[in-house]
């Protein structure tokens, strides 16, 4: 699947609400505010009156799957933290949140995968979404860095193996996606200290 013709409408931008659609109906980003429950409900909001029916929260730390279902229990939640320490992802974790994702999108549901502050862990899988339905390894970092400028998707080296494991590929081509990987990375660098600093500067 290659990114959406041009003749589509963008996805709305999001104002309030600490994410970005990928696609019509695949956003990545953060969390919803943690401290302010009234902010956190504005972008909830937000976020609704732009379609999202299915949440995946990447973070292994919090979960605000109740609180999400008092205030929009039509919303479908899954909590499946990880942690985000470099750490080899096992190719199971990949597997229940892109299924449970691709069910949602299949369904014609508007997904969302989140972490805390939107950089690695949630971006990832979303990356790994794309990979699912087809998009090319490097034209879905391309297209997460233009919606969210301050991911860098530390996970999608992991990702990367999951799916060319999944769809039995050869050594050789995963070989050569992973140099595809390695070279995007160093053209797109990310001053991710710089990031966080200014992340929680802003309270996150």
Request: negative net charge; aromatic residues 6%; contains cysteine.
């Amino acid at each position: 699947m290659s990114a959406p013709p041009d003749h589509v409408a963008p996805p709305p931008r999001l104002e309030v609400a600490d994410a970005a659609f990928v696609t019509d109906r695949l956003l990545v980003g953060g969390d919803l505010d943690t401290r302010d429950h009234q902010l956190a409900a504005t972008q909830l909001r937000e976020l609704l009156e732009a379609g999202l029916t299915h949440v995946v929260d990447a973070r292994v730390e919090w979960s605000d799957e109740e609180w999400v279902q008092q205030l929009a229990p039509q919303v479908a939640y899954l909590h499946h933290g990880m942690d985000d320490a470099g750490q080899r992802v096992p190719g199971a974790w990949f597997d229940r949140g892109v299924d449970w994702a691709l069910d949602a999108l299949e369904e014609g549901g508007t997904v969302l995968t989140h972490c805390h502050m939107g950089i690695n862990r949630g971006p990832s899988l979303g990356f790994a979404v794309l990979l699912a339905q087809g998009w090319d390894p490097v034209e879905a970092l391309d297209r997460i860095r233009t919606v969210r400028p301050i991911a860098w998707v530390a996970y999608a080296e992991e990702a990367l193996r999951w799916h060319h494991t999944r769809t039995g590929s050869t050594s050789a081509a995963l070989e050569a996606d992973q140099r595809r990987l390695a070279e995007w990375r160093q053209t797109h660098q990310l001053d991710l200290a710089a990031v966080i600093r200014r992340k929680r500067a802003q309270g996150w």
